[in-house]
């Protein structure tokens, strides 16, 4: 049995959309009908992820956006509601890591991942949900965090802890933004294989991680799709503070 979702007449804002799942989750609400405003730093990979988009039948806009910066995320927001007409659904992608032990993490590197995957995504939730607010049409904010968030691996503690404290502030968010018609949930991604770390998992230390995931295998992007758009769309009108993992199994594995 399919199951489709229509987001046709939806309007969707993708921070982080130049690469990664970021553009995966734009081309995935774009496909599902939804006009997507791409957000990052980078706006030439931005072009192309709107190439992309629209070769496929979509549409999409840019905006330039630096989720560190309050008065980039302000103007890019501003931007993109008026491009769009208004923001249905915020799907807070943005990211980095740092992969170092902590105890020779410096504090700038330290302060990058957080200002980014965590202060950076109550910054655009923030702006986003204060224009929800006066709308009045309420909507979907997706924050994507991890299976780190739940569960700890070494070398990786700045990463770990912004995404724990994302679980904690989506939670946070959905209680006080609900009598105002938003919904804030998270998803967790486990192991997705990218391109980005696609050398690691051909490694002897990638296999062996592959092998404590019960379901024996990484996950693909397309396994987030029905996930995404479920917290997306009105199929998940009754959730909102929920945490929603897609990892193989990996969070119930044996210790």
């Not at 905006?63 to 309050?70: E, G, L, R």
């Not at 980039?72 to 249905?88: F, H, K, N, P």
């Not at 770390?197 to 799709?225: C, E, M, Y």
């Given at each position: 049995?399919?199951?489709?979702?229509?987001?046709?007449?939806?309007?969707?804002?993708?921070?982080?959309?130049?690469?990664?799942?970021?553009?995966?989750?734009?081309?995935?609400?774009?496909?599902?009908?939804?006009?997507?405003?791409?957000?990052?730093?980078?706006?030439?990979?931005?072009?192309?992820?709107?190439?992309?988009?629209?070769?496929?039948?979509?549409?999409?806009?840019i905006?330039?956006?630096?989720?560190?910066?309050?008065a980039?995320?302000?103007?890019?927001?501003?931007?993109?509601?008026?491009?769009?007409?208004?923001?249905?659904i915020?799907?807070?992608?943005?990211?980095?890591?740092?992969?170092?032990?902590?105890?020779?993490?410096?504090?700038?590197?330290?302060?990058?991942?957080?200002?980014?995957?965590?202060?950076?995504?109550?910054?655009?939730?923030?702006?986003?949900?204060?224009?929800?607010?006066?709308?009045?049409?309420?909507?979907?904010?997706?924050?994507?965090?991890?299976?780190?968030?739940?569960?700890?691996?070494?070398?990786?503690?700045?990463?770990?802890?912004?995404?724990?404290?994302l679980?904690?502030?989506?939670?946070?968010?959905?209680?006080?933004?609900?009598?105002?018609?938003?919904?804030?949930?998270?998803?967790?991604?486990?192991?997705?294989e990218?391109?980005?770390?696609?050398?690691?998992?051909?490694?002897?230390?990638?296999?062996?991680?592959?092998?404590?995931?019960?379901?024996?295998?990484?996950?693909?992007?397309?396994?987030?799709?029905?996930?995404?758009?479920l917290?997306?769309?009105?199929?998940?009108?009754?959730?909102?503070?929920?945490?929603?993992?897609?990892?193989?199994?990996?969070?119930?594995?044996?210790?």
């Open positions: 049995m399919s199951v489709t979702i229509d987001l046709k007449g939806r309007t969707a804002l993708v921070t982080g959309a130049s690469s990664g799942l970021g553009r995966h989750f734009a081309g995935v609400l774009a496909r599902a009908g939804a006009h997507v405003a791409l957000a990052a730093r980078r706006t030439d990979a931005l072009a192309e992820t709107r190439s992309a988009i629209e070769a496929a039948g979509g549409s999409a806009t905006v330039a956006m630096d989720v560190t910066d309050p980039s995320v302000t103007a890019a927001v501003g931007e993109a509601w008026q491009a769009l007409g208004r923001i249905d915020l799907v807070n992608n943005a990211g980095v890591t740092a992969t170092r032990p902590f105890l020779d993490m410096g504090e700038e590197e330290w302060d990058r991942v957080i200002d980014t995957n965590l202060t950076g995504c109550a910054r655009v939730a923030r702006v986003v949900a204060r224009r929800m607010r006066e709308d009045g049409q309420g909507g979907a904010i997706v924050n994507i965090a991890s299976i780190l968030g739940m569960r700890v691996a070494g070398h990786v503690s700045s990463y770990i802890a912004a995404k724990a404290g679980l904690h502030l989506t939670k946070a968010m959905a209680l006080e933004l609900a009598r105002h018609d938003i919904r804030v949930n998270a998803l967790c991604p486990g192991y997705v990218t391109e980005l770390n696609a050398d690691f998992f051909t490694s002897d230390a990638g296999k062996a991680l592959v092998k404590r995931i019960p379901q024996r295998r990484l996950g693909r992007l397309q396994d987030l799709d029905m996930p995404l758009l917290l997306a769309s009105d199929a998940g009108a009754y959730m909102t503070g929920s945490v929603l993992a897609v990892d193989g199994g990996h969070l119930v594995s044996s210790l």
